[in-house]
């Protein structure tokens, strides 16, 4: 039973550029919650995916998007990309309504 | 707004003694509580939980307690071994909208053989 996995590991990106990170929920799930994890901070909610639709958001601009495809694996877009957003992009992924959410290893993104 | 916070960010303890992890949080919203563990290259990983309608949950070394009128939790590993070496990370959030996780900035739990 594969875990969460995403993709790429990580990714180096230059100042204004966009990127796309990717994620499989692990099996059996239907919900995908992205986090943005700054050096010496904890997970930061970005927003969640339910049904191919956002069910909720976090406090980031709208340079932060997503899309959940019918097989429940879903991206991340973050355009116009800012030195500020070198973190560790974390995917999470549940059963709507559960609480426990199981955690891919991330994409560690560096803009430069 | 830092409602959850963690404010050791290290912590040292001898293999076979107790180690006690603290994390208070501020809004009175959250009712429940998780606390996972990370090691280097890996996603956080859950390790124990607790609704607000306990103030004690049990898991094999692991207990969490919740002291809500204080907004204070703690993880108590009992003994301690090097394996237990990680961040934990310490999360709340509210029934009625468990898509919103709020983290502590996380304590590193160093256990020296």
């Known amino acids: 039973d594969a875990g969460v996995t995403q993709s790429p590991t990580h990714l180096i990106k230059t100042r204004g550029q966009q990127v796309t990170l990717r994620c499989s929920p692990k099996?059996?799930?239907?919900?995908v919650s992205w986090y943005q994890q700054a050096l010496g901070q904890g997970p930061q909610f970005i927003f969640q995916y339910y049904e191919e639709e956002e069910r909720q958001r976090g406090n980031f601009p709208d340079r932060f998007s997503g899309h959940q495809f019918p097989n429940y694996s879903s991206e991340l877009n973050v355009n116009a990309l800012l030195l500020g957003d070198s973190a560790l992009y974390l995917c999470a992924s549940s059963l709507v309504r559960q609480f426990g959410q199981y955690f891919g290893p991330g994409t560690r993104l560096t803009v430069t | 707004d830092q409602q959850v916070k963690q404010n050791s960010p290290s912590l040292s303890v001898q293999e076979g003694r107790i180690s006690i992890l603290n994390c208070d949080y501020t809004?009175?919203?959250?009712?429940?509580f998780l606390w996972y563990k990370k090691y280097p290259a890996e996603g956080p990983t859950f390790l124990i939980s607790i609704s607000s309608i306990k103030d004690k949950n049990e898991d094999g070394r692991f207990t969490v307690f919740l002291n809500k009128s204080a907004k204070h939790l703690s993880l108590h590993i009992v003994p301690s071994q090097p394996g237990d070496s990680a961040v934990y990370f310490c999360?709340?959030?509210?029934?009625?909208?468990?898509?919103?996780?709020?983290f502590g900035a996380g304590t590193r739990l160093t256990v020296k053989p």
């Open positions: 099996s059996g799930h239907d919900t």
């Open positions: 809004n009175s919203m959250f009712d429940y």
């Open positions: 999360a709340a959030s509210a029934s009625d909208n468990n898509n919103d996780m709020r």
